[in-house]
């Protein structure tokens, strides 16, 4: 089976993704749109000009079984070539975007592909199209619990204080460090904010092993992940109530989603008081990347005609 893999930028679970369905015989091939993408930037619109003639050009040049367009932008590409099925998988900020023109896109793209893909029950419930919930997966390998103090002499942090670790750069201004630093500020606790940024995606398993809480204010995400790989880690997390986190972390020890200040400090200082870990191993289970290989696998050959329906199907605004 030979897929070609359409996205606007690589991120590392998109990478996992690709690996995982490799490693079940899957032949893929990424093609992402030109240009550069950095932070809160975006790209210009002569740049997804250029995309569709390079999709066109790779389908000339392979026998590609089908075509999968991750996030909302790059569906129209996909289902503008009227030969190979379309699988799309919606990320979050295009079908939850602030923007009405990029969530219709993502509504009236979703309507017209193959299937449909979403991660989270929230879009699932948003959707006004068949969808089938398939969550991205976690390294489970790659992001465990280790040692707090093996984790910071592996990484240099020479400190015995409780750190909350902010996990984006703290110039984007959606991640609203400012408000971070507020909150920790505000706490009546011994506390030292730390951001991560510009960090080898293998090397931030050590950082959450070597903090003490994971702070998240960001005004809206379409994940974040990091809040998944966080709670394979373990690591207590305080976030705003965006994206996925409260239905990954919300029920989970040690864990407080809020968009209310007060709630946050009272969480930050309940963590660092109770000097214990999240339970949050237990929110990840069958969530690995191998399950996701394995759904995503399965789904291409059900549209393929390779294989049987399952049960994973959802109806239009009904996740499971």
């Given at each position: 089976?030979?897929?070609l893999?359409l996205?606007?930028?690589?991120r590392?679970?998109?990478?996992?993704?690709?690996?995982?369905?490799?490693?079940?015989?899957?032949?893929?091939?990424?093609?992402?749109?030109?240009?550069?993408?950095?932070?809160?930037?975006?790209?210009s619109?002569?740049?997804?000009?250029?995309?569709?003639?390079?999709?066109?050009?790779?389908?000339?040049?392979g026998?590609?079984?089908?075509?999968?367009?991750?996030?909302?932008?790059?569906?129209?590409?996909?289902?503008?070539?009227?030969?190979?099925?379309?699988?799309?998988?919606?990320?979050?900020?295009?079908?939850?975007?602030?923007?009405?023109?990029?969530?219709?896109?993502?509504?009236?793209?979703?309507?017209?592909?193959?299937?449909?893909?979403v991660?989270?029950r929230?879009?699932?419930?948003?959707?006004?199209?068949?969808?089938?919930?398939?969550?991205?997966g976690?390294?489970?390998?790659?992001f465990?619990?280790?040692?707090?103090?093996?984790?910071?002499?592996?990484?240099g942090?020479?400190?015995?204080r409780?750190?909350?670790?902010?996990?984006?750069?703290?110039?984007r201004g959606v991640?609203?460090?400012?408000?971070?630093?507020?909150?920790?500020?505000?706490?009546?606790?011994?506390?030292e904010?730390r951001?991560?940024?510009?960090?080898?995606?293998d090397?931030?398993?050590?950082y959450?092993?070597?903090?003490?809480?994971?702070?998240?204010?960001?005004?809206?995400e379409?994940?974040?992940?990091?809040?998944?790989?966080?709670?394979?880690?373990?690591?207590?997390?305080?976030?705003?109530?965006?994206?996925?986190?409260?239905?990954?972390?919300g029920?989970?020890?040690?864990?407080?989603?809020?968009?209310?200040?007060?709630?946050?400090?009272?969480?930050?200082?309940?963590?660092?008081?109770?000097?214990?870990?999240?339970?949050?191993?237990?929110?990840?289970?069958?969530?690995?990347?191998?399950?996701?290989?394995?759904?995503?696998?399965?789904?291409?050959?059900?549209?393929?005609?390779?294989?049987?329906?399952?049960?994973?199907r959802?109806?239009?605004?009904?996740?499971?």
């Amino acid at each position: 089976m030979k897929v070609l893999q359409l996205v606007t930028s690589p991120r590392p679970f998109f990478d996992q993704q690709v690996s995982a369905l490799e490693a079940r015989g899957v032949d893929c091939t990424v093609c992402s749109v030109p240009g550069a993408h950095r932070g809160d930037s975006t790209r210009s619109p002569t740049d997804y000009l250029r995309f569709y003639p390079k999709i066109l050009s790779e389908l000339r040049s392979g026998e590609y079984d089908l075509v999968h367009a991750n996030y909302g932008l790059v569906a129209p590409f996909a289902l503008a070539q009227p030969i190979r099925p379309v699988i799309l998988t919606l990320w979050g900020t295009d079908l939850m975007s602030e923007q009405s023109w990029l969530r219709s896109l993502s509504q009236h793209s979703a309507r017209h592909a193959t299937a449909t893909v979403v991660p989270t029950r929230t879009m699932a419930r948003t959707l006004e199209a068949d969808h089938e919930l398939i969550p991205f997966g976690v390294d489970t390998e790659l992001f465990r619990p280790m040692p707090k103090a093996a984790a910071r002499d592996r990484i240099g942090w020479d400190t015995d204080r409780p750190i909350a670790l902010f996990p984006y750069d703290s110039s984007r201004g959606v991640k609203d460090y400012a408000r971070a630093r507020r909150l920790v500020d505000r706490a009546d606790i011994d506390l030292e904010l730390r951001t991560v940024t510009g960090v080898d995606h293998d090397k931030i398993p050590a950082y959450m092993n070597a903090s003490d809480v994971l702070l998240v204010t960001s005004k809206r995400e379409s994940g974040p992940m990091v809040v998944k790989e966080a709670a394979a880690c373990s690591l207590p997390v305080v976030s705003t109530d965006v994206g996925f986190v409260r239905e990954t972390v919300g029920d989970v020890h040690n864990c407080v989603v809020s968009d209310d200040d007060d709630a946050l400090i009272d969480g930050l200082e309940a963590v660092i008081e109770s000097d214990s870990r999240a339970n949050g191993c237990d929110t990840i289970d069958g969530l690995g990347i191998e399950a996701l290989g394995e759904s995503l696998h399965g789904l291409y050959r059900r549209v393929l005609g390779r294989d049987e329906p399952t049960s994973r199907r959802t109806e239009a605004g009904h996740g499971i």
